[in-house]
């Protein structure tokens, strides 16, 4: 998210809303955005409803416990809301793919 953060004043002049989702809590995001100066809104998912929509639910266990996360993805979902572009795991870090294809698009507009 962080990435996104440093990203986020050519996303927002590519006319793009940037939201972050995790399975966390409200007050942990909130504690999450603090810590890393996230200006974008965090939205939580703690039931897990949206992240298993998306496919990216993810079971572990640690140390014989079995839990849910979520893999890392990003997606860039038009104003009509049609997924454009998804990046899931290790390409969802780097947000340089997502900034070109928004800057293209407003370019284009």
């Known amino acids: 998210m962080r990435n996104f953060q440093a990203n986020l004043e050519k996303l927002e002049a590519a006319d793009t809303q940037v939201l972050g989702v995790s399975i966390d809590s409200p007050f942990a995001n909130y504690a ?3 810590q890393n100066g996230i200006q974008f809104p965090l939205l939580g998912d703690p039931s ?6 998306y496919g990216l639910l993810k079971p572990i266990e640690i140390h014989g416990v079995k839990m849910d996360t979520a893999r890392r993805a990003t997606f860039l979902i ?3 809301g049609k997924i ?3 990046q899931v795991d290790n390409e969802a870090i ?3 793919k997502i900034v ?3 800057e293209r698009k407003k370019k284009a507009s």
């Open 48 to 53: 897990g409803t949206a992240t298993r929509a």
């Open 94 to 96: 780097d947000p340089t």
């Open 100 to 102: 070109t294809i928004c």
């Open 78 to 80: 038009n104003k009509e």
């Open 84 to 86: 454009e572009e998804m």
């Open 32 to 34: 999450f955005g603090q």
